[in-house]
């Protein structure tokens, strides 16, 4: 499959880059943030080999639009903190839809010396060898970074709660639910069945756009109560250059400390209430 030439160049350093808003580096910060304020219990682990996990991992270097400015993607600046953190990740795995893509971010991550594991894509199917090969005993760190709601499939989250000990970090996106609520609500479209599967017997479409998605993600939370994996009680809005908003980062976690530990690195007071 080619490349779109509008989202990916060849980088500066010779590899498949991703473009992106500058909105990107608020993410990368709070993903580095966790890294590093989860790392003391990552160390109480470290005898299970934590791992960090993303399967939309993308080339592994981004190119911001607006400045012009390479930075590192998620799983590269997610392996350099754990490097500067207390406790290190023990392997890193990879997996993208895109072959290209994931070859460039194992390329970079083992530049690194990083203990890159890459796992081919879609990521539905890639998680089931992914978590297969973890320490069931582990304390992981998963980021679910799609592009779109029908690629954040529930199965999973629903597979990566089967792990004792993991901490999600997932991107909701707002403005896909916004623009695509009519299309994907559609009998003859599967994005909302993949993203809380069941919602057509749970969520009446014979309410205004707004009630549905707030009662789309209600129904999307009960399903993550259901496999233990509760949404921390306030989401990171991430908005773009024009203060639109883009998307929401929620932490999911079954352990108290994770959802502590995810207010003290977010603005919570500064969270405006979710609006659909």
Same mark, same amino acid.
């Given at each position: 499959?080619?490349?779109?030439?509008?989202?990916?160049?060849? %980088?500066?350093?010779?590899?498949?880059?991703?473009?992106?808003?500058?909105?990107?580096?608020?993410?990368?910060?709070?993903?580095?943030?966790?890294?590093?304020?989860?790392?003391?219990?990552?160390?109480?682990?470290?005898?299970? @080999?934590?791992?960090?996990?993303?399967?939309?991992?993308?080339?592994?270097?981004?190119?911001?639009?607006?400045?012009?400015?390479?930075?590192? %993607?998620?799983?590269?600046?997610?392996?350099?903190? %754990?490097?500067?953190?207390?406790?290190?990740?023990?392997?890193?795995?990879?997996?993208?839809?895109?072959?290209?893509?994931?070859?460039?971010?194992?390329?970079?991550?083992?530049?690194? @010396?990083?203990?890159?594991?890459?796992?081919?894509?879609?990521?539905? &199917?890639?998680?089931?060898?992914?978590?297969?090969?973890? @320490?069931?005993?582990?304390?992981?760190?998963?980021?679910?970074?799609?592009?779109?709601?029908?690629?954040?499939?529930?199965?999973?989250?629903?597979?990566?709660?089967?792990?004792?000990?993991?901490?999600?970090?997932?991107?909701?996106?707002?403005?896909?639910? &916004?623009?695509?609520?009519?299309?994907?609500?559609?009998?003859?479209?599967?994005?909302?069945?993949?993203?809380?599967?069941?919602?057509?017997?749970?969520?009446?479409?014979? &309410?205004?756009?707004?009630?549905?998605?707030?009662?789309?993600?209600?129904?999307?939370?009960?399903?993550?109560?259901?496999?233990?994996?509760?949404?921390?009680?306030?989401?990171?809005?991430?908005?773009?250059?024009? @203060?639109?908003?883009?998307?929401?980062?929620?932490?999911?976690?079954?352990?108290?400390?994770?959802?502590?530990?995810?207010?003290?690195?977010?603005?919570?007071?500064? &969270?405006?209430?979710?609006?659909?």
């Amino acid at each position: 499959m080619a490349l779109d030439p509008e989202r990916y160049v060849i %980088g500066d350093d010779g590899l498949w880059v991703e473009k992106v808003g500058s909105w990107a580096r608020e993410k990368l910060d709070i993903v580095a943030d966790y890294v590093q304020i989860t790392s003391a219990a990552r160390r109480r682990f470290a005898h299970n @080999n934590p791992a960090f996990i993303d399967v939309f991992s993308g080339p592994g270097r981004s190119l911001v639009r607006s400045d012009g400015a390479f930075i590192d %993607g998620s799983p590269v600046a997610a392996f350099k903190q %754990g490097l500067n953190s207390l406790q290190p990740f023990s392997t890193i795995h990879i997996s993208d839809l895109e072959p290209s893509l994931l070859t460039a971010a194992t390329e970079r991550l083992e530049k690194l @010396n990083a203990p890159v594991v890459a796992t081919p894509g879609p990521a539905a &199917q890639a998680i089931e060898q992914i978590v297969s090969s973890l @320490n069931p005993h582990g304390l992981h760190f998963a980021l679910l970074d799609p592009h779109n709601l029908g690629s954040l499939s529930f199965s999973i989250i629903k597979r990566l709660a089967k792990l004792k000990s993991v901490d999600i970090l997932v991107h909701v996106s707002v403005l896909d639910l &916004q623009r695509n609520t009519d299309l994907y609500s559609s009998e003859l479209q599967e994005q909302f069945d993949e993203f809380a599967p069941g919602w057509r017997q749970h969520v009446s479409r014979e &309410q205004n756009l707004v009630a549905f998605r707030a009662a789309l993600i209600s129904y999307w939370s009960d399903l993550l109560e259901g496999v233990s994996m509760p949404r921390a009680r306030h989401e990171q809005l991430i908005r773009g250059e024009a @203060n639109q908003r883009l998307y929401w980062l929620m932490l999911l976690s079954k352990h108290p400390l994770a959802h502590e530990l995810w207010e003290k690195i977010t603005s919570v007071a500064r &969270q405006p209430r979710m609006l659909f």
